[in-house]
């Protein structure tokens, strides 16, 4: 429970607050350095994970990769921004599918020319609803359904791109929350539609092998290749050239080459590709009290979470 947890941080019932996406939200983090100035330090680090949803693509309408297209499209990216920015705190960074500001990522400036990420978003709109037109017919459109567990910022996400969605598009989201156990067992055997977490989008160790390869058939997660299977049988081809690519930059031992074959296949992924959305990479903002020593906050850029620590004491 967020509430409970700020609360027992504010009253020093407890020294810390957050761990990956049980972090401060952001209005809570305006309310630590408002309210609270004295008694919570808010640190923050780039998240291991990127926030959006992946789409079943064996299931209609996500099989027509037209339909997650113009889903993508659609997305208003830098109004989410604005949502994760607060009292100058900036809880979000642009991003494709790879990881932002490691040494091989786009830099933020590139990521920023994607559709749908671009700040001129008429044309992406426009786009998006000719593609739409095309599939159900001029005007008309579906509804759908984002599934994830409980935690406040899969809840978020999913309430953002609904709401961007049904404004640029007239695409209808609803929201299915479910209880984790729930959510894992429906995902794993893709029971589901699209799946809302910040999951879609994750690397452990900032390596474009990390983000890039776990969208292979070899090295996709079982959830992830099912999910994938339908987009596999329907562009086989496509599919097999996106694979070579991956396997072309896995093995490319020049940095610099291989820099260049990252932020192609980053961009391929994002545009013809459209496994998933991504509104961006998530920061997150740990709270704690003043006089907690010993644990340190270090914006290494791939540190989703301290689970453990080996020594914490009170000044």
Known sequence: DFNTAFTALATGQVHIFGACSGT?????VQQAVRDFPNKIVVSTILHGMGQGGYFQTGVPPYNDVRVRKAMNLALDRQGWDMFKTVVGIRLFRYSGYMIPQMPMSPAAEEVLTYPGVRPDKEADIAEANRLLDEVFGVGKRFNGTFSMSNQANYIDISLYSADSLKKNTGIDMGIEVLEPAVNTKKT?????QVSVSTASFNTLVGDP?????RWHKDFAAPTMKLAMSGDGAARP??????????MAMSNEVDPVRRKELVKALDRKMWEEANYSFALGWNVIAYGSVPNLGGWYVY????VSGHGLWERLWIN
């Open 24 to 28: 401060l939200q952001p209005g809570q």
């Open 299 to 302: 914006d290494t850029a791939v």
């Open 237 to 246: 081809e496509f599919t097999a050239q996106l694979e070579a690519e991956m």
């Open 209 to 213: 092998d990390d983000s890039l390869l």
């Open 188 to 192: 794993e055997a893709g029971n589901f």
